[in-house]
């Protein structure tokens, strides 16, 4: 009897561990994910590539981004700029964004040929036309002043 008590006992607080083990405490306004977090690309979806014998299409006007916008927000409107601007992994275009602020907010010169530097990923390229139009966005957007 004492060993059924026990093992039905430590079956019921193991499995009390177990769900309290789960991570989700409910919040979901948590902070943005860190690198360690980001998602790998996945292999079956090929990474945008610009094509060399194309000239590079001209930049349309900065979508409009509201004040002291949201992480989504930004990503839309540096999508608008170009989709290979974003490219495959959007923490990666965050983490460039940030960057990119840093080189804005210290007075770097050639901040659109920076911009276009940080903002490539593999074997996409920006142009400095549109290394322009992100610094615009990022200006903006108050996404410089966090």
């Known amino acids: 009897m004492r060993t059924t008590t026990a093992v039905a006992g ?6 009390l561990a177990l769900t ?9 306004t948590k902070a943005e994910p860190t ?3 980001a998602p790998t690309p996945d292999a079956s979806e090929p990474a945008p590539t610009a094509d060399p014998t194309e000239a590079p299409a001209a930049s349309p006007e900065p979508k409009s981004v509201p004040k002291n916008a949201t992480r989504e927000e930004l990503l839309a409107a540096l999508i608008a700029i170009s989709p290979a601007v974003v490219g495959a992994d959007e923490n990666k275009t965050i983490a460039a964004a940030h960057t990119q602020c840093a080189a804005i907010n210290s007075g770097a010169p050639n901040l659109d040929r920076a911009a276009a530097a940080n903002f490539a990923q593999g074997d ?4 400095e036309e549109q290394g322009k139009a992100i610094n615009e966005v990022l ?5 410089c002043e966090n």
């Open 10 to 15: 430590a079956a019921i607080a193991l499995l």
């Open 20 to 28: 309290g083990c789960s991570g989700d405490n409910g919040d979901d």
């Open 35 to 37: 690198k360690s977090a």
């Open 124 to 127: 996409t390229a920006v142009t």
């Open 139 to 143: 200006k903006a957007s108050g996404f």
